[in-house]
């Protein structure tokens, strides 16, 4: 498993996540794509988050409060939600 930021892509205008919980470690391995580029995001939003588990595979200290609206908020993002029911998109201002 490789992160996005380990890609070092040339650009980045569009992320798709589909990960079941696992958002807030897709995010932030893509955080320095994320702040250099700011793509819109589309994602699934999970009634779940990361599980003590998937912090562990991430190498992530556990926390409960594993939001991703709350890391995308501070990074500058505004929501669409409810465009597909249980979908966000979010797009930098």
């Known amino acids: ?20 919980g696992f958002e807030w470690g897709v995010l932030l391995g893509a955080i320095e794509t994320i702040k250099k580029y700011k793509p819109i995001i589309f994602y699934e939003y999970a009634d779940k988050y ?12 556990y926390s409960d409060n594993y939001d991703p609206k709350i890391l ?12 597909i029911k249980g979908n966000f998109i979010a797009k930098s201002i």
């Open 1 to 20: 498993m490789i992160t996005i930021d380990e890609l070092n892509l040339d650009g980045c205008d569009f992320i798709k996540i589909d990960v079941e």
């Open 72 to 83: 995308l908020t501070q990074l500058g993002y505004n929501y669409f939600d409810n465009i």
């Open 50 to 61: 990361m599980t003590p588990e998937m912090c562990k595979i991430a190498n992530i200290e």
